[in-house]
């Protein structure tokens, strides 16, 4: 991979980055209010409701502390298709599913 690809994908990677981490937020303020909130409330444990600038923020600092996502762009063991499936895999499709089935508990459990 050359330099201007190396440059171009970095600028890629966090034009992307953006969404994905807009979506872990939504996802993580969406299980904590219908998740955590409702069962401290059986407890009677005051937990507040999470926003999304709040799950924003949090997601932000804690990514900061938490190993990254890494897929290596060695040439030689993946191709692009490979990468890019893998981080549609990790970035969007991880998230909804998570989403989907904390719905499913939030509706049907609580």
Known sequence: MSDSDKGLAFIVSLILYTPCLMLDSFVGMKLWNWLLVPSAQLYEIAVPVLTFGSAFCLYFVLGYFTKARYIDLNENEMD???VWAS???????KPLMILFFGWVVHN???
């Not at 981080?87 to 499709?93: D, E, G, M, N, P």
């Open 80 to 82: 692009g298709e490979k």
């Open 87 to 93: 981080l549609f895999i990790i970035s969007w499709a």
């Open 108 to 110: 049907f459990i609580f």
